[in-house]
């Protein structure tokens, strides 16, 4: 493996993280996503409040 690399959960997990914060994620509401890696699981929620009040924060950090 890369000294770098992220990981993706599978759908599955993405699908039961999202059932459970559905009754959070609604129109007006905010989240905030530290680690969001690729961003997919950023833009869902995005989705689910409207594309308002998503913050997400990634830090990379390349080990040599």
Do not use: W
């Amino acid at each position: 493996l890369a000294p770098f690399c992220c990981t993706l959960l599978i759908c599955s997990q993405h699908a039961y993280a999202l059932e459970l914060l559905k009754d959070h994620l609604k129109e007006g509401n905010r989240a905030l996503d530290v680690g969001s890696g690729t961003g997919y699981l950023t833009a869902c929620m995005a989705v689910m409040v409207r594309h308002r009040g998503i913050f997400m924060f990634q830090m990379s950090t390349l080990l040599m």
